[in-house]
């Protein structure tokens, strides 16, 4: 079993910075990949940003260029770092992790508003 405990979501204005830290707890060492999604009010749920234990990243177009994900292997936590937010990343944004089994775990979400 993993849980994860999301935190960092806030109101903010169009241009400024967010960072979103998920805390991983239980069977850590089973981690393969750990992500953050976003999902906005009647849309689905969508892939932001990905990192694979060995390192590798991949990112939404829309946050390409504007948002970094990492990690801290010291503090079980995983990071998106947000800047140049703008009204249309406004969503619930969840962390997720896929273990090595291929089992899914995911945390309560957390609300990221941008509006001035």
């Known amino acids: 079993q993993v849980q994860l405990v999301e935190s960092g979501g806030g109101l903010v204005q169009p241009g400024g910075s967010l960072r979103l830290s998920c805390v991983m707890s239980?069977?850590?060492?089973?981690?393969?990949?750990m992500g953050w999604y976003r999902q906005a009010p009647g849309k689905q749920r969508e892939l932001v940003a990905r990192i694979r234990s060995g390192g590798t990243t991949n990112y939404a177009d829309s946050v390409k260029g504007r948002f970094t994900i990492s990690r801290d292997n010291g503090r079980n936590t995983v990071y998106l770092q947000m800047n140049s937010l703008k009204p249309e990343d406004t969503a619930v944004y969840y962390c997720?992790?896929?273990?090595?089994?291929?089992?899914?775990?995911w945390g309560q979400g957390t609300q990221v508003t941008v509006s001035s």
């Open positions: 239980g069977s850590i060492f089973s981690i393969n990949v």
């Open positions: 997720n992790v896929i273990t090595g089994w291929g089992r899914e775990y």
